[in-house]
Each structure stands twice: as C-alpha cells, then as structure tokens.
C-alpha cells in the first residue's frame, strides 16, 4: 500500500527483559525489522550515574544483524532516575542522563528520549515542573555538545503528574526553550489523554521526530491488532503531515514477555500491507 517504509518501523526490545540482548537482536532481524530502539534497561544496556556498557561491542552487534539504532530510551519509569527528581537524587538522575547521551553519541545514535518525570505527592506541582524544566536544559546542553536531540514524551496519569497533556507537554517545551529539544509523541499517553494525532501535528508540526506508535485500548501499549486503534487511518494522518520519521514499537504489556518474538511476528504482520 505505500503508507510507510519497512525502515521506519523500529522494533524495541523491552518486552523483552526477560531475554538476553542477542536473542532481542535475533528476533529483529528474524521478523524483518531493518530498525531499532533501545531500551536502556538492565539486563541488555547496563546504564548508571557512574558507568555505563561498553557501546563498541553493541554497535558491533547491531551492525552485524543489519538494524540500524535510531533512538535510545534510557529506563526512566520503574528504576530511581527521572527528570524531576530532588536533592541529590536530581544530580545523580542528571549524571544517568547525561551518561545516557554519551552513550547515544557512541552508539551513533541521532536521539535520545525523554519525559517530564514526575513530582513528589507531598509537594505543589511547580516545584517539581520547575526541577523537570531545569534537568531539560541542562541535559540539552550537555547533549548539543555530543549533536545529539533530546526528544521528549508525555505520559499518563498514572504515571507522572507533570507532563500528561498536549498543553503540558507545549508549556514544558517552551519553558525549556532548546533548539535541539524534539517532540516524541506516545499514542497511547495522546489517546487516554483523548488527544488525537491531528492535534499534535497542528501543535509541533515538524518539530516531532520519533513517535511510539503502538496499538491501545486507549490503555496499554500493545501489539497492533490487540487495541482499537485504526492502523491505516493513523498512518493515512501520518502522510498527511508528511512525517517520515521512525515508528517505535514500545510493547510493554505483561501479555508478551513470555513470548516475544511470536507477538513481534503477529505485530509485523499487521504492518507488512502498508510497506
């Protein structure tokens, strides 16, 4: 059908935590992806305020199974680094981060993602914004240095209290004011926010350069054909506003981690009739 090239589909491994890394690389080439991005997360990319995994021997073993690494997500959400945090734990999470972008520029990695983090319950919510406004620009300096882009997600409520709107997500970007800040726009935050690709187009226009683009019921990030959203029609919007960026594939529903590579098989297939 023509909507979307194979290249633009990044396959991600971390459905696939409970796997080694070079299983994840197997299945990707196996199922035919020619892209990937990287969850940064134990066990497959060790990353700390302190070191991180030797990316040579990574970079080698991408090239070897023929993928090409277009993001890199450094874990934000489960371990204690994130974009708001306080105290130390603010300079520790900085110190993750910027570790997060050395590592992107040497994997040759364009981009690196992000989300606002999220405030503590007990404190007003600017306090915590401003903490989120002021890790982002320090990261993104610290990345231009390495020329790489800093691409930032909302998130669901459930998830942080900061940057879970269309609008929020517009305050945040303006308030950090970067010019190698970028948009990274999550269809399943977008739908349970009741958003839809249209708006945020009209929003960021060129400025959003990666999505994880995946299926949702609007909840949960699944496998496309398990969720309600329209395949053709999102990519139809896609065409429309002339995106030609990559399309990760963030599945982290508990459903697949037994059995990964089956359920990427199935997700290939639903994509295969638009290449």
Known sequence: MGLVERSQVAGMNIHYMNFSLDYFLDAQERVGFESIE????????????TCYEDCRV????????????????????MYPYQMA??????????????NGVRACAELECPQISTNSGRGYLDETREEAWKRSVEMHRQLCDFAAEYGVTVAMESLRPEETNLGVRLEDVRRLFDEIDRPNLRINVDVTAMGVSGETLEQ?????????????FIDGTPYGHLIWGDGCRDLESDLRVLADNHY???????????????????????NMKAWEIYF
């Open 200 to 212: 945020w187009f009209a929003e960021f226009g060129s400025l959003i350069t990666h999505f994880h």
């Open 85 to 98: 945090a306080k105290g130390l734990c603010f300079e520790r999470s900085l110190e993750y981060f910027k």
């Open 38 to 49: 990287l969850w940064g997360g134990a066990p497959h990319f060790y990353l700390d305020p």
């Open 244 to 266: 030609s960026g990559y399309l990760g594939q963030e599945i982290t529903d508990s459903r697949y981690y037994s059995d990964p590579l089956t359920h990427d098989m199935r």
């Open 58 to 77: 990574l970079k080698q073993k991408i090239r070897d199974h023929h993928l090409k690494l277009v993001e890199f997500t450094p874990e934000n959400c």
